[in-house]
């Protein structure tokens, strides 16, 4: 860019942060009001255009007027020769200010020639041999403004300006550095209409500006791509071939339409002359394998922001397209290790809750068989009565079988928390496994219920842990034997290809559809009257999906569930 560093005035105290979230949001803006400044200088006619963009200016920057000053150092004349306003603020360009001396505004002339920036967040600051500017100012109700000058060849041709009328402004670094920028770009239809307005726009001098635009082309910190009306890359800047990561022979020529990481509905857009924004995952792998081009320095997926424009002509006719892309894909990787972050913490408030909610069940749990085993024990130790008696024991066995399964449930939940649960892998027949389970859960079955299973199931071996099988099924038929208070809870498995699908199913109380959806999670509890941590459902998934298997629940309330789990029959898995 090809300014002075200029002086900065009141402007101290306001330093730019270039790593926030309001530097991406202005550069984001920056980029789509950058796009349609190009566009208006390359369709308009040159006069038409700058007022065009200067509309654009006024609206990126949310002020009350804009206005461009050349400077004739000949005549010693300063003319605005293009100003833009806002709704209900009056103009005075034409009473004012065309053609003014330089004798008649010597301050702000002499700040400008030197190159140097104005900018004024209350023009009652302004010094006292700025009496004649701040006079003009006043009589157009100004509170606030910032102009800087405009460069050509190196030299200032004049400046553009920002007034504040409604309010008082306090200018950031932000607004200095993005109108910069804009002054750049407007400089080449500011010589234009100049070099037309004098009648010496000669061949050359055009050449001089098209070299200049190729300049600010290439120096564009975004992709710029252009095509002719066919699609066919006719140039593009330095920036986008960093982004691509390839080089100018090898792309030039290559048809847009036919890229294959573009959307269709994007080319059709374009195609009917409509402007196209959107997000890109841009993916180098297709690029390579489809052949439309070579990017052998990068392999994999970069996330763009892309804007298409169709250029037209005076008919409306496509002559052209335009792309200006945006790599955004340092600030996607934020943004997803700042929702990694954000994820992580939910989970750990997440298992701040259940441990609370883990600690409040385990005193009820705890306590309930506990008292009952110290309650029963006192009272048996002054019965006599042997019935009596028997009676209370065989409530305290039942208590303390209550207490151990809590207390093994609890131990193994802590090892899966650790990740230390083990785990044995050998070969073993199912049949036997279920016989034995069934023999010892047959005494703690409920009067009107009986525990089925087939002598008849055929003998099915599998590679599997041994221990922990024991385990889900007996949880199974635990779980069944609290909600089933008639009728049956019947074991039995099938084997289907590869796997072997085991099942417990009870005539018990059933479970609705929501609870079903959750009843594998820790701590879930279809029926808050029933004993039980809640643990044991989802240690049984933990186990059945590390051996390699699938665990799930049939259920209808009032008709009782079925509690399943599959398990491949030979597991890959070696012994822990």
């Not at 018990?508 to 929501?514: D, K, L, P, Q, V």
């Amino acid at each position: 860019m090809n300014t002075s560093p200029g002086s900065l005035i009141n402007i101290s105290n306001n330093e730019v942060d270039y790593k926030g979230d309001n530097f991406l949001e202005n550069l984001i803006s920056l980029r789509e009001i950058m796009s349609k400044i190009l566009k208006i200088l390359i369709n308009f006619e040159q006069g038409a255009a700058i007022d065009h963009a200067l509309l654009k200016v006024l609206e990126f920057f949310d002020v009350d007027r804009v206005y461009i000053g050349i400077l004739d150092e000949k005549e010693r004349m300063v003319d605005f020769t293009n100003e833009v306003t806002c709704d209900g603020i009056l103009s005075m360009r034409e009473d004012l200010l065309r053609r003014l001396h330089t004798e008649d505004v010597p301050w702000w002339i002499k700040k400008i020639s030197n190159g140097e920036d104005i900018i004024l967040n209350d023009i009652e600051s302004m010094p006292v041999e700025a009496c004649a500017e701040h006079e003009l100012l006043k009589i157009q109700n100004v509170q606030s403004l910032i102009s800087i000058p405009v460069f050509y060849e190196g030299k200032v041709r004049g400046f553009i300006g920002l007034d504040s009328v409604k309010l008082k402004r306090f200018w950031t670094a932000f607004d200095l550095e993005n109108l910069r920028v804009f002054a750049d770009i407007l400089s080449i239809a500011i010589e234009r209409t100049h070099a037309k307005g004098i009648a010496k726009y000669t061949e050359a001098e055009k050449l001089k500006s098209e070299s200049k635009f190729q300049i600010i082309f290439d120096k564009l910190p975004w992709g710029v791509e252009l095509y002719d009306e066919n699609g066919n890359l006719l140039d593009l800047n330095q920036a986008d071939l960093n982004i691509f990561q390839t080089s100018k022979n090898l792309v030039l020529g290559v048809n847009m339409f036919k890229n294959p990481n573009i959307p269709k509905w994007v080319n059709k857009k374009l195609k009917k002359g409509e402007d196209v924004e959107f997000r890109l995952d841009y993916n180098f792998n297709t690029v390579n394998e489809s052949g439309y081009y070579n990017s052998d320095n990068f392999k994999g997926i970069k996330h763009l922001q892309v804007k298409g424009v169709p250029l037209k002509d005076i008919d409306n006719s496509i002559f052209g397209y335009l792309y200006m892309v945006f790599d955004d894909t340092e600030n996607q990787m934020k943004r997803e290790e700042m929702w990694q972050k954000e994820l992580e913490l939910a989970k750990v408030k997440e298992a701040d809750v259940l441990k609370s909610a883990f600690l409040a069940n385990m005193s009820h749990e705890i306590r309930t068989p506990l008292n009952a085993i110290v309650g029963f024990s006192d009272i048996i130790a002054e019965t006599y009565d042997q019935e009596e008696r028997q009676t209370y024991l065989d409530i305290i066995h039942k208590n303390n079988d209550l207490l151990l399964q809590l207390i093994n449930d609890v131990l193994d939940f802590s090892k899966i928390e650790a990740g230390t649960l083990d785990y044995h892998i050998e070969k073993l027949d199912i049949k036997e496994i279920c016989g034995e389970i069934v023999i010892a859960n047959s005494i703690k079955m409920k009067p009107g219920v009986n525990l089925i299973f087939s002598n008849n199931l055929p003998s099915i071996s599998l590679m599997t842990d041994e221990k922990r099988i024991i385990q889900v099924i007996s949880n199974f038929i635990n779980n069944a034997i609290k909600f089933t208070n008639e009728g049956s809870i019947t074991l039995y498995y099938e084997k289907i290809d590869d796997t072997i699908k085991v099942c417990v199913k009870d005539t018990g109380i059933g479970i609705n559809e929501t609870d079903q959806k959750h009843i594998f999670e820790r701590f879930v509890k279809a029926n808050t009257f029933k004993q039980g941590t809640g643990l044991g459902l989802t240690i049984s998934k933990t186990i059945i999906e590390y051996l390699g298997g699938n665990i799930g629940v049939d259920s209808e309330v009032g008709k009782g569930s079925t509690f399943w789990f599959t398990l491949p029959l030979n597991n890959p898995k070696k012994t822990a």
